[in-house]
């Protein structure tokens, strides 16, 4: 079965802090997508990794990706409040379409 | 450029009533995708096209949900005799799948809220 499992589901975090989400898939892929949804608001692109040891850094995210352990994660670093949002990993496992990971919801507490 | 564009934004309808949701792409994008997003499923695929044709249509849930598109273009999303678990955002995503070029990030639609009452 393909899957895709994200954690944690919920993060509150102080700004300032840093955190990592993971996610962690079931089965070979290297094409991996993060993706940041606002609250009634569609899925914005914000990194797309297509290969083993890919890092992928835009203002105070990062983003890897491990292959061989089918793992990616999402660092924030020094959060602010606008990060706040919910954050999708999704992978193509080959069949064109996206298999997405339950989500993680972030809030950023002053 | 103008960026995937989906109608209505909002949409409710009795159970058992026929609804059609509408999702024009980013003009040249060959790759269409339909998404449904719910409290229960979280984001689930629906339908694929490339270009005309639908090489993946495992996601549609029954035989009540049924989509076509068009020129290449403009795509429908039919949902036939809607039940209240049918309650959810479509969400429309287009890719330009560029011949060699693997990996190509999705863009998406703002989404329908469809609720069945």
């Not at chain 2, 058992?16 to 339909?34: F, M, N, Q």
């Not at chain 2, 005309?52 to 949902?79: C, H, Q, W, Y």
Request: one cysteine or more; hydrophobic letters at 35%; a neutral charge.
């Amino acid at each position: 079965e393909l899957k895709v499992e994200q954690n944690p589901l919920f993060l509150s975090m102080q700004e300032g802090k840093n955190y990592t989400i993971y996610c962690n898939y079931s089965t070979t892929s290297d094409r991996l997508y993060w993706y940041r949804q606002d609250p009634g608001k569609s899925l914005e692109s914000l990194f797309v990794l297509l290969s083993n040891g890919a890092v992928k850094q835009e203002g105070r995210l990062m983003a890897s990706l491990d292959t061989k352990a089918r793992l990616s994660t999402l660092h924030i670093t020094a959060a602010v409040h606008d990060l706040s949002a919910t954050y999708f990993c999704a992978v193509n496992f080959g069949n064109e379409k996206l298999t997405f990971g339950t989500g993680t919801r972030l809030t950023i507490i002053p | 450029g103008a960026g995937v564009s989906q109608s209505p934004s909002n949409k409710v309808t009795e159970k058992g009533k026929d609804v059609e949701l509408r999702c024009d792409p980013i003009s040249g994008h060959t790759a269409l995708y339909w998404y449904r997003q719910s409290l229960g499923q979280g984001l689930e695929f629906l339908i694929y096209f490339q270009g005309n044709s639908a090489p993946d249509k495992s996601g549609l849930p029954s035989d009540r949900f049924s989509a076509e598109r068009t020129g290449g273009s403009v795509s429908t999303l039919t949902i036939q005799r809607t039940q209240q678990e049918d309650s959810a955002v479509y969400l429309c995503a287009s890719t330009p799948m560029r011949a060699g070029a693997l990996g190509e990030t999705q863009y998406f639609g703002p989404g329908t809220r469809l609720l069945v009452l």
